[in-house]
């Protein structure tokens, strides 16, 4: 850090079992991606190349390559997982995904119905050769899951073999875990916590009310994802205590005393 304060939270150092952060690429460039490394690298856990726009992106190997040399975790979207088992191509899934040198995938059913045992099955084979992160939820606007199938499919999602599993809010922050409005569906979330250990849990937080909301209840050491690449250090100054949203969260009682009057 640049200089020392006191009454900060320790925050958990790579590689991370908790308190995780997982960049969204949209299409960085490389130079892009090269500033972002510049600046980030020690904070970021995971990078996701948003659904399909690996197809599009420019120089994608290039750019993985770099992730990879600063120690970031890289994994294609979902939705392009979902967009080749619906053409009965994952043969050639894994195929794209050793050409590309990437050891992590993400099995999805977010955007087409997959049966749950099929799902549980995909998660076991790939799991063979890649760390899995399983994403639950919907990404379809109305679509409502009751919290008991939820911490179902979370519970046998790990058993098959899931490293991490993610909780749906798509890059909007409107879905799955999250109210149309982006607030937080809390009885759910709770009940997902009485059942499912937090540690295994990477919860999709593109907003930062929903980022705010997380460290509030859950603590500056929980696992966000989505998170866009210029939000990857404003998140880290909430989980420190360093922006107005959490400036009381981790100081002493008696400073919160004499000084939180708002």
């Known amino acids: 850090m640049n200089f020392e304060l006191p009454h900060l939270p320790q925050r958990t150092t790579k590689p991370?079992?908790?308190?995780?952060?997982?960049?969204?690429?949209?299409?960085?460039?490389?130079?892009?991606?090269?500033?972002?490394i510049e600046q980030n690298a020690d904070l970021t856990d995971l990078v996701k190349l948003g659904f399909?726009?690996?197809?599009?992106?420019?120089?994608?190997?290039?750019?993985?390559?770099?992730?990879?040399?600063?120690?970031?975790?890289?994994?294609?979207?979902?939705?392009?997982?979902?967009?080749?088992?619906?053409?009965?191509?994952?043969?050639?899934?894994?195929?794209?995904?050793?050409?590309?040198?990437?050891?992590?995938?993400?099995?999805?059913?977010?955007?087409?119905?997959?049966?749950?045992?099929?799902?549980?099955e995909l998660i076991a084979s790939f799991a063979k050769d890649y760390k899995v992160l399983s994403e639950v939820g919907s990404k379809q606007e109305g679509y409502l899951i009751s919290p008991g199938k939820w911490i179902n499919m979370m519970t046998t999602e790990l058993q098959a073999g899931s490293w991490k599993v993610i909780a749906e809010a798509r890059e909007s922050g409107t879905v799955g875990i999250?109210?149309?409005?982006?607030?937080?569906?809390?009885?759910?979330?709770?009940?997902?916590?009485?059942?499912?250990?937090?540690?295994?849990?990477?919860?999709?937080?593109?907003?930062?009310?929903?980022?705010?909301?997380?460290?509030?209840?859950?603590?500056?050491?929980?696992?966000?994802g989505n998170i866009a690449p210029e939000e990857i250090i404003p998140l880290e100054t909430l989980r420190l205590g360093l922006r107005g949203d959490t400036f009381f969260e981790f100081l002493p009682e008696n400073i919160k005393e004499k000084y939180n009057s708002l």
């Open 16 to 36: 991370r079992k908790e308190g995780m952060n997982m960049m969204m690429d949209k299409g960085l460039s490389i130079r892009e991606a090269e500033n972002f």
């Open 52 to 120: 399909g726009t690996s197809y599009l992106t420019k120089n994608t190997e290039e750019k993985i390559k770099l992730y990879h040399q600063a120690d970031i975790k890289v994994y294609l979207g979902g939705t392009l997982f979902e967009a080749f088992l619906v053409r009965d191509m994952l043969d050639d899934y894994r195929r794209l995904l050793d050409k590309l040198n990437l050891d992590t995938v993400e099995v999805s059913d977010g955007s087409m119905f997959i049966p749950h045992d099929l799902k549980c």
């Open 178 to 224: 999250y109210r149309p409005n982006g607030s937080a569906h809390t009885v759910l979330i709770n009940k997902i916590l009485n059942k499912v250990k937090g540690e295994n849990i990477l919860w999709e937080a593109p907003q930062k009310s929903q980022q705010v909301w997380f460290i509030r209840h859950l603590g500056h050491n929980v696992s966000l």
